[in-house]
Structures are given as C-alpha cells and as structure tokens.
C-alpha cells in the first residue's frame, strides 16, 4: 500500500459530514509536525479550520482544501459502506474518495517527498483546510482568509484540490469560476375574486414583460476565459392555492452566474434599472455567493500544466465551468490560484470513488508543481 492510498483511507474511514472534522486535520497535523510546520486552527460556530506553514520566505505556495463531506444518502444504495474505505475494481470507494480526501492525502506526501530531495528549497509551503466546504461555507475558507489579511499574509501560488478532471487525470485545471449573485423579487399587487378583474392587481401579469426583458437581456459578452453572464429564475411562488382568487403578492428567485466581464454592482444596477422602467411595486433582497476570480496563464498555471504533461502525457485544458468554490475566498490574498485535482465524475453520488491508478500520479503532479515553484 502506497503512502497516498493509505492515508487517503484514514480519512476516509472518519465520517467527517459537514461541518464535523471528526479528527482528520488532526491526523495531517500529525504527519506534517514531522516537517516542521506551524499550526494555527481556527475554530468558529462548530467548524475547525487549520492553517499550517512551513517557512518565511516568499514565495508561499498553498495548498487548499476541505476535510468535510456531503451526507452518505441512503447507505442501503452503496455496494460497500461509505466510512470504510474499499478497493474493488480498481477504484478507492468512500465517501470523499474524489471529494476531496485523496487530494489532501497527496498534499501531505507530495510535500514529504518534494522535502526529503529539496531540503534546502526556497520559499515556503502552506495547507488551508476548512470543514466548512460543504456547507454553507460561512465559517470555513473565509474566516481564515480573513485571519490571514490581518496577518497581513499574501499568498503567491495556491492550489484548491477540488476534483476538476473530466474524463482523464490531467485533462482540466480550473483557472477560475464565474460569481454567484441571488435575488429574491417580490411583487406586490392587488389579491381578490378572479371573477372581478377590476377590482385586483394581478402581480404575475404586472411582472410578466420584466421577466420577458430580463431573460432577453445580454449582460456581457463573457471574455476568453468565461461564456457570457447568464439570469436565470429557479422558483416562482405566488396564488393561494385556490383556482378563484388573483394573489396579492409573486415571489421570484434568481441568479445570475457572471464572469469577470460583470461586477455584482453593475448586475444590481441593471436589474433594477430594468424593474423601475416597468413601474412595479417590488421588493428585491440580494445575496452574493462570492465574485468571480480568473488567474490566467502564468507562472502558477505553467507549473501545473507542466507537471501534469511530465506525469501523464496529457495536454490539460484550462476551465472556469462548474459552480463555486473556496477559491473565490483564497483570491481575495493570493495572487494565483486555480484548482487541479481527480476526476469529478462520482462526486456527492452513491459510491463516490477515485480510479486506484490515479493516487501516485496525483500526487506526483503536485509533487513536481512544488519543484517547479520551489527550486
């Protein structure tokens, strides 16, 4: 058993369901002491957050990553149980066997074994791991992130080990992720008996054209890296429930997903502009996910793609699809960041599971990653 498949299996084996820990930073802190790396954990509203560093000098290149894991579903459904690491066909089955406990598995024994033949490298290495991925995300990331900046600690390179390959090992690296904004719109009209059209203020015809202009409207035109913004309604919830009554009020939830080409500030903006033209009685309350982030082909993605053609031959592509991440957090201090890690396609499914033959390279690419940056 390999020194990335073992550990892999240890923190498979903890049930670590958001946002419980269930002692996995633990068990890196334990192998990474050995290093000579310094801990800090911050603790907040139940969610354990480590931040480790080895080093002062620059430049710091990350790791990051979450310790957390979706709910099993029904355990029933699963061929082995989800807690209890399991080779069969070739694959590592358990729950976060690709979401993402191989990925800080080969965090720790790349940085063991890039040490052991660099070490007197420059710069210095650091791990960002939250239990907070999953969840709502309040607590995690973004509470150490906001440590760090009062620290007044810059990041240089940092990679998110989220499962971002496709088909193959190698085959994609996310540079970057569109921005999540939500919106709740409330209508107000005149609720009454449907038989007295005039006496009522229907709010799902009032709002009609809007909606007709909004989802007509182009946002932006994306850019080289992002497809263009997209609006699109998730739920419309409006009536009593009985066939003869016009209800008083229609609430509408939204999001745009919008790239680099957009602010949050400029969609606000043009939503509303949009809503007043049509003369509505409206409330809108706004919620934003995290902003855009984009780091383009530079010094952090040549090391990668790099490392990634030396161990496997494979040509990757850089991709900003998919919905949010930590890394929308961690861009705020660092000045590179993008997510590399094995392939997604089992992720938060009923027998999550990573390809066996996929552990060494992993960690390899990483590996040589350090080695490109660090020496």
């Known amino acids: 058993m390999t020194d990335t498949l073992q550990l892999a299996k240890a923190l498979i084996a903890r049930p670590s369901l958001t946002p419980d820990d269930a002692g996995c930073q633990s068990l890196l802190q334990d192998r990474l002491a050995t290093l000579g790396f ?32 979706v709910p099993t579903g029904p355990l029933d459904a699963w061929h082995s149980a989800p807690f209890e690491p399991t080779e069969r066909n070739g694959n590592l089955y358990g729950r976060g066997a690709s979401d993402m406990k191989s990925s800080l598995a080969a965090f720790v024994v790349a940085i063991e ?14 791990l960002l791991i939250t239990s907070d991925e999953e969840g709502v ?56 008996h449907i ?12 709002v009609a054209p809007a909606i007709a202009e909004l989802s007509a409207t182009e946002w932006d035109k994306g850019n080289e890296y992002f497809p263009p913004t997209s609006w699109q309604i998730s739920n419309i919830h409006g009536g009593t429930g009985a066939t003869n009554v016009v209800p008083g009020t229609v609430i509408i939830d939204f999001n745009f997903r919008h790239a680099t080409a957009s602010s949050k500030e400029s969609l606000m903006q043009k939503v509303h502009a949009i809503l007043d033209r049509h003369q509505l009685n409206y ?27 030396t161990v496997t031959g494979i ?10 991440s930590d890394g929308r957090f961690i861009s705020r201090i660092a000045h590179q960041v993008i997510e590399f890690g094995p392939i997604n396609a089992s992720i938060h499914k009923i027998d999550e599971h990573i390809p066996l033959a996929d552990l060494e390279p992993l960690q390899r690419i990483y590996q040589l990653t350090l080695q490109e940056l660090l020496t």
């Open 38 to 69: 310094e801990f800090h954990t911050l603790v907040s509203n139940g969610v354990t957050n480590l931040w480790a560093r080895r080093g002062n000098n620059a430049p710091l290149v990350c790791f990051a990553g979450h310790t957390d894991v």
């Open 113 to 126: 074994h890039f040490m052991t033949n660099h070490p007197a490298h420059r710069g210095s290495i650091a």
């Open 315 to 324: 040509d990757t592509e850089l991709s900003t699809s998919g919905g949010t």
């Open 195 to 206: 038989a007295y059209p005039h006496l009522v203020k229907n709010p799902i015809h009032l």
């Open 283 to 309: 409330q809108l309350d706004w919620q934003n996910s995290g902003d855009p982030y984009l780091t383009p082909a530079g010094t952090l993605v040549h090391a990668i793609r790099k490392a990634i053609h």
């Open 137 to 192: 995300a309040s607590d995690g990331t973004v509470k150490v992130v906001e440590w760090l900046s009062e620290q007044q600690i810059q990041i240089d390179h940092c990679i998110v080990g989220e499962p971002t390959c496709v088909a193959a090992l190698g085959d994609t690296i996310k540079n970057g992720r569109r921005g999540s904004l939500s919106g709740r719109l409330t209508i107000q009209g005149v609720q009454g």
